[in-house]
């Protein structure tokens, strides 16, 4: 992968994440580079579960990224609400 498919990767997997914020009860604290994490992370998890369906974009498959994403970031929020 260049270094160019890596950053439409992370482009596209942030993308992901900020779609499934709007989905997940919860919020992603610490903006793009957070947002970036996030869907790469939820795109691993959403691979796992899903697959690869749905159409993908620069190497992540859009439907189990965002679906990973929301989960992550509904998991985050749980074991967030904790904390002070």
């Known amino acids: 992968m260049s270094i160019l ?6 482009l596209v997997a942030a993308i992901c994440a900020g779609i499934a914020d ?7 604290p610490g903006g793009f580079l957070a947002s970036v994490v996030v869907g790469i992370i ?5 691979g796992m ?15 189990p990224a965002i ?3 929301a989960l992550l970031i509904f998991l985050l929020s749980l ?5 002070v």
Not at 79 to 83: A, C, E, S, T, V
């Open 5 to 10: 498919g890596f950053i439409f990767y992370c």
């Open 22 to 28: 709007y989905l997940a009860p919860g919020r992603i």
């Open 42 to 46: 939820g795109a691993w998890i959403g």
């Open 49 to 63: 579960l899903l697959g690869a369906m749905g159409p993908a974009l620069a190497g992540v498959s859009l439907l």
């Open 67 to 69: 679906l990973g994403s």
């Open 79 to 83: 074991f967030g609400r904790g904390r």
